[in-house]
């Protein structure tokens, strides 16, 4: 029998466990993209005076098979340039959050990005005696190829979103691994490619003794986008593939049962089920 450490969420052989970087502070119109705003407004929280809808910044933890896994890293505590627009002021919790439970940053076997945004990818790196270094020393970082040759040949339109200084110590160093499309990392964690929101996004999922969670990285960023297939951000480089990805993944998480582990819908950790022939987003 496995003894759970507290907070730690079962999956099948595996243990699974939510670790906060925070708040961010995103453009609400940015979120809902061109869903009129008087369809959202009504129905999400205040905003701020700056018209930014606040969320989550989840990460997860995986600890399977002797490996520790930690898939995203959100915005991090090198925090003095973000795009326009975007709030990280209680931003940068990451490394106190795992430290709460007990994991520095040298437990972590294996990274996973589901794509190179600075909120996704940020506490990849930090500042140590004034140089940019990894934050998990001993961590191999796996991300898509794709994401990676994006993320260092930007164009005017996405380079806001991609930081080089997030970037630069992986660059050529043994800690980076590149795959391309379905890649297994571990035995039952995989990455899969979601494009839409980017070219190369991609998402995770864990799976062991028929359960299965999926991080589904950006594929929403608020969980009336989880409801409503056709609210899409515009934050999404290429919108008409985020509707397939999401309707694919979405409608695969509901047959299966999937637990659903979301970067920015809070709490991190729900499901989607049909009730009434609707998606409804139950938060765990
Ligand atoms: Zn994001």
Redesign the pocket.
């Known amino acids: 029998m496995m003894t759970l450490m507290p907070g730690w969420f079962p999956l099948g052989d595996c243990e699974l466990l939510v670790v906060s970087d925070g708040v961010l502070r995103l453009d609400a119109g940015s979120v809902f993209g061109v869903t009129p705003r008087v369809m959202w407004e009504p129905l999400v929280g205040p905003l701020d005076e700056e018209h930014r809808l606040a969320v989550g910044l989840n990460c997860l933890l995986v600890r399977s098979q002797g490996k520790l896994i930690l898939v995203e890293t959100a915005v991090g505590n090198k925090t003095t340039r973000v795009p326009a627009g975007a709030g990280v002021a209680q931003a940068g919790t990451l490394l106190e959050d795992m430290a709460r439970h007990g994991i520095q940053p040298e437990d972590v076997d294996i990274v996973i990005n589901t794509h190179l ?1 600075f ?2 990818c940020g506490g990849n790196t930090t500042y140590r005696d004034d140089k940019l270094a990894l934050t998990f020393p001993r961590a191999q970082y796996f991300l898509q190829k794709g994401e990676w040759e994006e993320a260092n040949h930007p164009n005017e339109r996405t380079r806001a979103s991609y930081l080089p200084e997030n970037l630069e110590p992986l660059a050529d160093s043994s800690h980076l691994e590149l795959v391309e499309g379905e890649a297994e990392v571990i035995k039952g964690v995989r990455i899969l490619p979601a494009p839409g929101h980017t070219v190369a996004h991609a998402i995770v999922e864990v799976a062991s003794a028929g359960q299965t969670a999926l991080y589904i990285g ?1 594929l929403a ?1 608020h969980p009336l986008m989880l409801e409503r297939l056709a609210w899409i951000s515009s934050f999404d480089v290429l919108p008409l593939v985020a509707l397939e990805t999401k309707k694919r993944i979405l409608g695969r998480a509901i047959t299966e049962n999937a637990l659903l582990v979301s ?2 819908c809070p709490p991190g950790l729900g499901r989607l089920r049909l009730v009434d022939g609707k998606r409804k987003w139950e938060t765990l």
Do not use: L
């Open positions: 945004h909120d996704h950006d960023q970067p920015h």
